[in-house]
């Protein structure tokens, strides 16, 4: 299996029943606290932009607001709608979501534009080679060709990892990626 939406459905079907399988503790427990090789990188207290995990997504929430207790920004993407390109807007925690245009939630269209330096990011599906297979919009890839030294960290469940990903010339490759496991730097 080596196209894209063959691969999706596939890691979909299987981060779905491996949240199903988990027990709710230790779902809660995953990710509640950055590791400590994360640690480094909130010590000049960079914009840490996230996003509101859907679909049995590994949540960042906890993340983001340990990121928040180091004093880094914290920004998530924003969309005008569904044809815009993404944007990341400051959430100061707390502070009300409204809809975004795929689903979740996103900060409100007058909280400030933040340009993040590290970036928590979602994922279908990973391999060890920082290859990441996204919802297949292209949101991300578009976004990251103007952040270009930005450290970006995949959050994915175990579950989610490939042997081998497809990757395009447009796909930029994840810094770490982290896991309810491991850290993985490729």
Not at 20 to 32: C, E, H, K
Not at 109 to 120: F, G, M, R, W
Not at 137 to 161: F, K, N
Request: hydrophobic letters at 40%.
């Amino acid at each position: 299996m080596t196209d894209k939406p063959s691969l999706r459905r596939h890691f979909r079907e299987k981060r779905r029943a491996y949240c199903d399988a988990m027990r709710l503790a230790d779902r809660a427990r995953a990710f509640s606290v950055p590791p400590s090789v994360m640690t480094p990188l909130l010590s000049d207290q960079p914009v840490v932009a996230g996003y509101c995990a859907i679909g049995g997504e590994a949540d960042p929430v906890r993340l983001l607001e340990a990121a928040r207790a180091r004093n880094c920004p914290i920004a998530l993407p924003w969309f005008a709608d569904r044809e815009a390109p993404m944007l990341f807007r400051q959430w100061k925690g707390g502070e009300p979501l409204h809809e975004a245009p795929f689903g979740g939630g996103q900060p409100a269209a007058d909280s400030p534009e933040l340009t993040p330096s590290v970036l928590i990011l979602p994922l279908v599906a990973f391999d060890r080679s920082g290859t990441r297979l996204g919802q297949g919009g292209g949101h991300y890839d578009r976004a990251l060709e103007g952040l270009p030294d930005a450290v970006t960290i995949g959050l994915a469940w175990s579950a989610q990892e490939a042997a081998e990903l497809p990757r395009e010339p447009w796909d930029i490759p994840l810094t770490h990626i982290l896991t309810e496991r491991e850290w993985i730097t490729p």
